[in-house]
């Protein structure tokens, strides 16, 4: 039966605990066995990180004509959550199975080793190409050293399947990410007499509020789209750190934030707004007198995607039996294969999003099921 095949196979993946700080390489080594059985073409190449690999195996002839299938091999953390089971070791209660990346994306790539079993000894008129990389919930780090590897072969393909939870919805769309960090510094001087030195605390306030000032600009001026939840780019300050005593004026602050920006507004424009203003809020401090600075750096960013409907990629997904065209309030790796290798991308997955990142995550056996299906459909499409 082709779906207990791929509950077997998803729980030797959740065994593996590929959290993102952690090594991979087990998992991919299990990956990489089970696609050369089948018969594929595998490629294990090292990622720019210690204990890190993306795979990438080929199935069928050479040629520009096939389709991809892409996942992330890696998982969040559990650290401080309450399951009633452990994360990874698959748990079956009432037809769902629970596992830390059960439904973010060990899943799918439990459905594409079963897609790559129903090929063995089957000729293919067109490749399928099966894509396996860590460390995408950091901010698609890994698949970037995997892209430029094939972007230098000239390896080309009709269309790519990023296999996250959408419920098997097609989503053609989701919004880039820029994650940054404003560092402000200042001069320290005794609290008593606060006057002598610049509160680099008082610095990163004043870019915080310099956010939100922006945050109002997109909701009045910048691009609007109103298939998303949020329809507009958002800004968001998630993290602050600063000072070392009450007693001393902090010399420096640290202050993280991100910008979640759509395609019709320029990352770099908005960044530039950012750096100006706190250049001009670092040039007033230091006319009292003081040292001051403000400096604005980029953590990791990812472009969006944007898929038209029509795309022949989205209409083998919407034949294969995805359902209606949604766009994503999360981020993947599709822009980057449609920015570094120009392979037209859309995202559609079994499960749902909903329940990643909790405890308790889980995948339900009709939804595996759903997902053997839809793969089967879009490998029948290339013979």
Request: some cysteine; overall charge negative; proline content about 4%.
């Amino acid at each position: 039966m082709v779906t207990q095949t791929t509950v077997e196979t998803l729980s030797q993946l959740v065994a593996f605990p590929t959290v993102s700080r952690d090594s991979n390489e087990a998992l991919i080594r299990y990956a990489a066995e089970r696609l050369a059985a089948a018969g594929g073409r595998v490629r294990v190449l090292p990622g720019e990180l210690a204990g890190k690999s993306n795979l990438i195996a080929s199935f069928g002839p050479d040629g520009d004509g096939g389709i991809v299938l892409s996942a992330h091999s890696d998982v969040v953390p559990t650290d401080g959550q309450e399951w009633t089971s452990d994360p990874f070791v698959l748990t079956e209660r009432e037809g769902r199975l629970y596992a830390r990346g059960a439904s973010d994306m060990k899943g799918f790539i439990a459905c594409m080793l079963t897609a790559a079993d129903s090929v063995r000894g089957v000729d293919l008129a067109r490749p399928l190409h099966i894509a396996i990389s860590h460390d995408e919930e950091i901010g698609c780090v890994g698949v970037r050293s995997m892209l430029r590897h094939l972007a230098a072969e000239g390896f080309r393909a009709a269309g790519c399947i990023v296999g996250e939870p959408t419920e098997l919805r097609i989503a053609t769309g989701h919004k880039g990410k820029i994650a940054g960090r404003i560092s402000a510094q200042g001069q320290a001087a005794h609290s008593a007499n606060p006057t002598l030195g610049c509160n680099a605390i008082n610095l990163a306030a004043g870019m915080i509020r310099e956010t939100e000032v922006l945050q109002n600009w997109l909701v009045r001026n910048g691009a609007h789209d109103a298939a998303y939840a949020v329809p507009y780019s958002t800004v968001h300050v998630g993290t602050i750190a600063g000072g070392t005593a009450l007693n001393i004026v902090p010399e420096s602050c640290s202050v993280g934030f991100e910008i979640r920006f759509l395609p019709g507004d320029s990352p770099d424009d908005l960044l530039a707004r950012l750096t100006a203003r706190g250049q001009e809020l670092a040039a007033s401090a230091r006319g009292g007198g003081r040292a001051a600075a403000i400096e604005i750096s980029v953590q990791n960013a990812y472009p969006g995607l944007q898929t038209e409907e029509d795309a022949p990629i989205a209409q083998l997904v919407r034949q294969s039996g995805a359902g209606a065209a949604v766009k994503l309030n999360f981020g993947t790796e599709g822009g980057l294969f449609n920015d570094m290798l120009g392979v037209p991308t859309v995202v559609c997955g079994p499960g749902s999003i909903d329940r990643a990142h909790k405890p308790d995550e889980f995948i339900t056996r009709d939804e595996l099921a759903a997902g053997d299906s839809f793969l089967d459909r879009i490998v029948r499409s290339l013979r």
